[in-house]
């Protein structure tokens, strides 16, 4: 799960509410927007999601669910997917498919804090 953990400008993240389309999501869950509705994402993503799910829900197709806009000023924390020898500080990796977590692979979520590199092991970043 992603939460938004720290603001470079003290600013609280808005809520929106936008329809999703039919599906179980997760609060932290990282969302896309397929044919005008949110959606899950349909595999790792080496691009910003531009959504943050704020509610365990599972909508009717259309259903208005509460998310925040994906910003770059904000340290997001999450956990590694799996084991990431590669997990240090600097380095960029991908949010991995669930929309959870985040992978090994070249991405945009730049690590700045990291307690581990096994699965489950929590991590900081921003996307950049």
Do not use: H
Not at 24 to 33: F, H, K, P, R, S
Not at 89 to 95: D, H
């Amino acid at each position: 799960m992603f939460v938004p953990v720290k603001s470079n400008t003290g600013a609280m993240l808005p809520w929106e509410y936008l329809g999703a389309a039919a599906d179980t999501y997760q609060a932290g869950q990282m969302l896309t927007v397929t044919n005008g509705k949110l959606a899950k994402l349909g595999a790792a993503s080496t691009t910003t999601p531009p959504y943050l799910c704020m509610a365990d829900v599972t909508a009717t197709d259309g259903q208005i669910i509460p998310v925040t806009r994906v910003e770059g000023t904000f340290l997001y924390e999450t956990t590694l997917s799996a084991v990431t020898a590669e997990a240090k500080p600097g380095a960029k990796v991908q949010v991995a498919e669930d929309g959870l977590t985040v992978a090994q692979g070249a991405g945009n979520f730049e690590l700045v804090d990291v307690e581990g590199t096994q699965k489950g092991d929590t991590v900081r970043g921003r996307f950049v």
